[in-house]
C-alpha cells in the first residue's frame, strides 16, 4: 500500500528557514516524480516544486526559485523541500506527492497519483 508521510512544518518568522520531508513507502521510489504543492485557506492547491525519479531534474513555481529547493534521497526513500527567505505568502498547508507516469503537465494535481497528509506552515510578519 503506497504511503507518503510529510512531515517538518512549523512557526517560523518571515526570513526564516524550515525544511519539509516526506518519507514514501510502498512504493519503487526511484520510479516516482516527487512533489510539493500547497493551500492556503479558501485556495486552491498549487504546485510548489517536482524532482525528478531520477533526481536529475529540479521545476519550481516563479514565486519560490531562488528561495525553495527540492531534494531527494534515494537511500531513504525521502524527498525534501528546503524553504528560505519564507514570506507570509508560503503560510499554507504544504503536501508532498507521488507521480508516476507523465500524463499530465509537471504543474498538474491531475498527474500525481499519491498524496500525504499534509504539513501546516506559518510565516509569522
Known amino acids: 500500500q503506497p504511503r507518503l508521510v510529510d512531515s517538518g512544518g512549523g512557526l517560523v518568522e518571515a526570513g526564516g528557514s524550515l525544511r519539509l520531508s516526506c518519507v514514501a513507502s510502498?512504493?519503487?521510489?526511484?520510479?516516482?516524480?516527487m512533489g510539493w504543492f500547497r493551500q492556503a485557506p479558501g485556495q486552491e492547491r498549487e504546485f510548489v516544486a517536482t524532482?525528478?525519479?531520477?533526481?536529475?531534474?529540479?521545476y519550481y513555481t516563479n514565486s519560490v526559485k531562488g528561495r525553495f529547493t527540492i531534494s531527494r534521497d534515494s537511500a531513504k526513500n525521502t524527498v525534501y523541500l528546503q524553504m528560505n527567505s519564507l514570506k507570509p505568502d508560503d503560510m499554507a498547508v504544504y503536501y508532498c506527492?507521488?507521480?508516476?507516469?507523465?500524463?499530465?503537465?509537471?504543474?498538474?494535481?491531475?498527474?500525481?497519483?499519491?498524496w500525504g497528509q499534509g504539513t501546516q506552515v506559518t510565516v509569522s510578519s
Open positions: 524532482i525528478s525519479g531520477s533526481g536529475s531534474a529540479t
Open positions: 510502498g512504493v519503487t521510489f526511484s520510479r516516482y516524480d
Open positions: 506527492a507521488a507521480r508516476r507516469a507523465a500524463s499530465y503537465p509537471i504543474a498538474s494535481r491531475a498527474g500525481y497519483n499519491y
